[in-house]
């Protein structure tokens, strides 16, 4: 009987844990509470009228009178009903709804939804929680009574929280009709969404009348397409395909831009100038990881079907002297210590005032690296560099003119073994000591009388030992009412010792990049002041406001050093032993101010190869950014005249004014060296309300010396964007 009654009192308590577990498994049905100054039941329906409020948990529902089926949760709302929730506002004259399926109908309807979308339509119906299809809908983001500009579309859908999808779209400016588009997807808030992109156009003297039209496909949150096309009147027209990815062990981009010349145009250009019908660039960009092999593969590719290409639709052309177009394709993998790398590659440097171009390829190019590794209990690290090459040079260099052949093609293997040694290392000075051989074999030679390449290997070696000296460092520390001043000073020497190699072997090899020439020997020294500072009242790092660095070298063997160049002082022409004299400034007064200086000064020729001088403020919350620059370069191996010579003064400026909805960029470059006018841009953004307007006015000086003005026009309705065009212009 005891047993009887303990396994009763087990089941019980069995049951009432079952029920306690499952309870939540079961969905409660969730009644709406529907609030009325009347109501009155026959049978399964409910009649309520008089300041009707239905409260849902999602939505709250007001009418004049609606009727309710308890059995199958239809509801049908009339006179003015108005529908609300967290981030919409819906009002029509009659509303039929589903509690349970969340699907209905309401006509003659007026709505609001985040961020600040108003529309109208005639018919608005409920597919799903997310889902509501329309007909003869308006809608706009404007507050006005007349708003500034209006779409209307004949049917079409809403996605919650993402777009508004349309089919026939006419879009109106104050009550005018000025676009229409078969289909067009505008997205309620910020962010990626499909449809086309508003044109933008222009004109210049170059190109004539242009315009140029995007569409953008969200295939997928991590995918995307723009498919854009541009009609530039006297030039031709353009079709760009631009693809970006993001998946969990790749990523990347694709863009490729065709372009077809008119022939009109064609007969406009210099005979000397040579194009063909067509053009394109491709520009890709792609990272994938293999972690379980810890390998990584690169690609980037950046080529132009005609390097001449980029003068035509380069906004920034004219800022320049030469252009580069660089392309590099690799397989790297690590194990420890030891990495292999397999690549390929294409370096190109375009000379606009030549137009030509120096081209420089490696394929294969294969590298196996020892990293730092310790032997034993030596002291120290070793280090095993492998490579193999094999480069072709086509082109003139013409920054480096004479140093290499062209034309050519070198295959070459190199080999270099390491060793460092910390000898000191204390807080304050620290001593490092390296070993290196060189070793470089060459499959092919050059005869040096004739300079004809023959089938004759070549094997060259130089040992380096650098012995680096960092220190003593010392500094003092400044006390002032308000903050801490630390003064730091860190001196630093190296030495460097090379072997040299028989000349007339040296002569023998095939120059195609520096790796051909032999090592110099030499001493430096360099000289780092830095200041810091501190306020007594603040916490965290200190701030660093004033920095010098004064650097030079001795060399031992200068003509090995300056590559068998030599300088013309006007005298004499000689190989310079001492490098030039730089002096580095930067002053920072404030946080966001600075005023950098290079001076880089040759003993020889008595003037400054390089002077860099900037002055600028940067601050992302301010109004006002921007810098001026003063830069001057000149080839101290090359004559005065030489046209890679630059002396400039370059300006940029970012303006926004808080009181008015305007925004301005702007640049310009003076060439003091040529002493013309080289580029000047104003871009200008402006927000009438709820309408962005953008100009830009561009001017720039061609190779020949003539002058373009070019000017282009944008309109931002809301949340739909401007075209970009190739190399970046517009919003």
Same mark, same amino acid.
């Given at each position: 009987?005891?047993?009887?009654?303990?396994?009763?009192?087990?089941?019980?308590?069995?049951?009432?844990?079952?029920?306690?577990?499952?309870?939540?498994?079961?969905?409660?049905?969730?009644?709406?509470?529907?609030?009325?100054?009347?109501?009155?039941?026959?049978?399964?329906?409910?009649?309520?009228?008089?300041?009707?409020?239905?409260?849902?948990?999602?939505?709250?529902?007001?009418?004049?009178?609606?009727?309710?089926?308890?059995?199958?949760?239809?509801?049908?709302?009339?006179?003015?009903?108005?529908?609300?929730?967290?981030?919409?506002?819906?009002?029509?004259?009659?509303?039929?709804?589903?509690?349970?399926?969340?699907?209905?109908?309401?006509?003659?309807?007026?709505?609001?939804?985040?961020?600040?979308?108003?529309?109208?339509?005639?018919?608005?119906?409920?597919?799903?929680?997310?889902?509501?299809?329309?007909?003869?809908?308006?809608?706009?983001?404007?507050?006005?009574?007349?708003?500034?500009?209006?779409?209307?579309?004949?049917?079409?859908?809403?996605?919650?929280?993402?777009?508004?999808?349309?089919?026939?779209?006419?879009?109106?400016?104050?009550?005018?009709? /000025? @676009?229409?588009?078969? &289909?067009? +997807? %505008?997205?309620?808030?910020?962010?990626? #969404?499909?449809?086309?992109?508003?044109?933008? =156009?222009?004109?210049?003297?170059?190109?004539?009348?242009?315009?140029?039209?995007?569409?953008?496909?969200?295939?997928?949150?991590?995918?995307?397409?723009?498919?854009?096309?541009?009609?530039?009147?006297?030039?031709?027209?353009?079709?760009?395909?631009?693809?970006?990815?993001?998946?969990?062990?790749?990523?990347?981009?694709?863009?490729?831009?065709?372009?077809?010349?008119?022939?009109?145009?064609?007969?406009?250009?210099?005979?000397?100038?040579?194009?063909?019908?067509?053009?394109?660039?491709?520009?890709?960009?792609?990272?994938?990881?293999?972690?379980?092999?810890?390998?990584?593969?690169?690609?980037?590719?950046?080529?132009?079907?005609?390097?001449?290409?980029?003068? /035509? @639709?380069?906004?920034? &052309?004219? +800022? %320049?002297?030469?252009?580069?177009?660089? #392309?590099?394709?690799?397989?790297?993998?690590? =194990?420890?210590?030891?990495?292999?790398?397999?690549?390929?590659?294409?370096?190109?440097?375009?000379?606009?005032?030549?137009?030509?171009?120096?081209?420089?390829?490696?394929?294969?190019?294969?590298?196996?690296?020892?990293?730092?590794?310790?032997l034993w209990k030596i002291p120290g690290y070793f280090t095993v560099q492998g490579a193999f090459e094999?480069?072709?040079?086509?082109?003139?260099?013409?920054?480096?003119?004479?140093?290499?052949?062209?034309?050519?093609?070198?295959?070459?293997?190199?080999?270099?073994?390491?060793?460092?040694?910390?000898?000191?290392?204390?807080?304050?000075?620290?001593?490092?000591?390296?070993?290196?051989?060189?070793?470089?074999?060459?499959?092919?030679?050059?005869?040096?009388?004739?300079?004809?390449?023959?089938?004759?290997?070549?094997?060259?070696?130089?040992?380096?030992?650098?012995?680096?000296?960092?220190?003593?460092?010392?500094?003092?520390?400044?006390?002032?009412?308000?903050?801490?001043?630390?003064?730091?000073?860190?001196?630093?020497?190296?030495?460097?010792?090379?072997?040299?190699?028989?000349?007339?072997?040296?002569?023998?090899?095939?120059?195609?990049?520096?790796?051909?020439?032999?090592?110099?020997?030499?001493?430096?020294?360099?000289?780092?002041?830095?200041?810091?500072?501190?306020?007594?009242?603040e916490d965290g790092s200190p701030r660093e406001f004033f920095t010098y660095t004064l650097?030079?070298?001795?060399?031992?063997?200068?003509?090995?050093?300056?590559?068998?160049?030599?300088?013309?002082?006007?005298?004499?022409?000689?190989?310079?032993?001492?490098?030039?004299?730089?002096?580095?400034?930067?002053?920072?007064?404030?946080?966001?101010?600075?005023?950098?200086?290079?001076?880089?000064?040759?003993?020889?020729?008595?003037?400054?190869?390089?002077?860099?001088?900037?002055?600028?403020?940067?601050?992302?919350?301010?109004?006002?950014?921007?810098?001026?620059?003063?830069?001057?370069?000149?080839?101290?191996?090359?004559?005065?005249?030489?046209?890679?010579?630059?002396?400039?003064?370059?300006?940029?400026?970012?303006?926004?004014?808080?009181?008015?909805?305007?925004?301005?960029?702007?640049?310009?470059?003076?060439?003091?060296?040529?002493?013309?006018?080289?580029?000047?841009?104003?871009?200008?953004?402006?927000?009438?309300?709820?309408?962005?307007?953008?100009?830009?006015?561009?001017?720039?000086?061609?190779?020949?010396?003539?002058?373009?003005?070019?000017?282009?026009?944008?309109?931002?309705?809301?949340?739909?964007?401007?075209?970009?065009?190739?190399?970046?212009?517009?919003?």
């Amino acid at each position: 009987m005891i047993n009887s009654n303990l396994m009763n009192r087990w089941k019980t308590l069995l049951i009432i844990l079952i029920f306690i577990i499952s309870a939540p498994l079961f969905p409660v049905e969730k009644k709406p509470v529907i609030l009325a100054e009347h109501f009155e039941t026959q049978g399964d329906e409910i009649f309520y009228s008089g300041n009707v409020e239905v409260i849902t948990e999602k939505y709250k529902i007001f009418a004049d009178f609606i009727k309710y089926n308890t059995k199958t949760k239809d509801m049908v709302a009339e006179g003015r009903v108005t529908i609300t929730s967290d981030d919409m506002t819906v009002s029509g004259s009659e509303f039929t709804f589903n509690i349970d399926t969340m699907r209905g109908e309401m006509f003659d309807v007026q709505g609001m939804m985040e961020p600040s979308v108003s529309y109208s339509a005639d018919k608005l119906v409920q597919v799903d929680k997310e889902v509501q299809k329309f007909t003869k809908m308006k809608f706009t983001s404007c507050s006005q009574l007349v708003p500034r500009w209006l779409i209307s579309s004949r049917k079409g859908k809403i996605v919650k929280d993402k777009y508004i999808e349309m089919w026939g779209a006419l879009l109106k400016v104050k009550k005018i009709p /000025v @676009f229409y588009l078969p &289909y067009l +997807r %505008y997205p309620v808030k910020d962010g990626k #969404s499909t449809g086309f992109l508003f044109p933008v =156009i222009g004109s210049s003297d170059r190109f004539g009348f242009f315009m140029k039209n995007s569409f953008f496909w969200n295939i997928k949150p991590n995918l995307d397409l723009t498919i854009s096309y541009d009609h530039i009147s006297k030039i031709g027209k353009g079709a760009e395909l631009d693809l970006r990815y993001l998946f969990r062990n790749s990523e990347g981009s694709i863009k490729f831009y065709y372009f077809d010349y008119k022939e009109s145009y064609k007969d406009t250009l210099d005979e000397d100038v040579e194009i063909e019908d067509r053009d394109y660039n491709i520009n890709l960009k792609h990272l994938q990881k293999i972690s379980f092999l810890k390998t990584t593969i690169r690609a980037d590719v950046n080529y132009q079907s005609n390097p001449e290409f980029q003068s /035509v @639709f380069n906004k920034d &052309y004219g +800022r %320049y002297n030469r252009s580069r177009f660089n #392309s590099d394709l690799s397989i790297s993998s690590s =194990i420890k210590n030891l990495s292999l790398s397999v690549s390929a590659s294409r370096n190109e440097t375009f000379y606009l005032q030549k137009n030509t171009s120096n081209v420089i390829t490696k394929f294969p190019s294969v590298r196996l690296n020892l990293k730092q590794q310790k032997l034993w209990k030596i002291p120290g690290y070793f280090t095993v560099q492998g490579a193999f090459e094999s480069i072709q040079r086509s082109g003139i260099d013409y920054e480096e003119e004479n140093l290499y052949l062209s034309d050519v093609k070198s295959d070459r293997f190199s080999f270099i073994p390491s060793y460092t040694l910390n000898i000191l290392k204390l807080s304050w000075l620290t001593a490092t000591t390296d070993l290196q051989s060189k070793h470089s074999f060459y499959l092919k030679s050059q005869d040096p009388d004739s300079g004809e390449i023959i089938d004759e290997p070549l094997h060259m070696n130089y040992n380096t030992a650098k012995l680096t000296l960092k220190g003593p460092s010392f500094y003092k520390i400044f006390e002032t009412q308000s903050s801490r001043i630390k003064h730091l000073i860190e001196p630093e020497i190296k030495i460097s010792i090379s072997t040299k190699v028989d000349e007339a072997e040296r002569e023998k090899i095939i120059p195609i990049d520096r790796f051909d020439y032999p090592l110099s020997s030499f001493a430096s020294f360099s000289l780092n002041s830095r200041l810091f500072k501190k306020s007594k009242k603040e916490d965290g790092s200190p701030r660093e406001f004033f920095t010098y660095t004064l650097t030079q070298k001795f060399y031992f063997d200068p003509e090995i050093a300056s590559r068998y160049r030599t300088i013309d002082t006007g005298d004499e022409s000689i190989y310079p032993e001492f490098s030039e004299l730089t002096n580095s400034f930067r002053y920072k007064p404030v946080k966001d101010l600075f005023f950098d200086i290079t001076l880089a000064y040759n003993y020889y020729l008595k003037k400054f190869q390089r002077a860099n001088l900037t002055l600028g403020y940067s601050n992302l919350n301010s109004p006002l950014n921007g810098r001026i620059t003063y830069s001057k370069y000149f080839n101290p191996y090359q004559s005065k005249v030489f046209f890679l010579n630059t002396e400039l003064i370059r300006g940029d400026i970012n303006l926004g004014l808080p009181a008015l909805p305007l925004k301005i960029k702007a640049a310009v470059d003076y060439d003091l060296f040529l002493k013309r006018f080289r580029y000047g841009s104003v871009i200008a953004s402006y927000n009438y309300q709820c309408v962005d307007f953008t100009a830009e006015l561009k001017i720039y000086t061609l190779t020949d010396g003539t002058t373009n003005f070019q000017y282009t026009l944008g309109i931002n309705f809301g949340n739909l964007g401007m075209v970009k065009d190739f190399f970046g212009t517009g919003n």
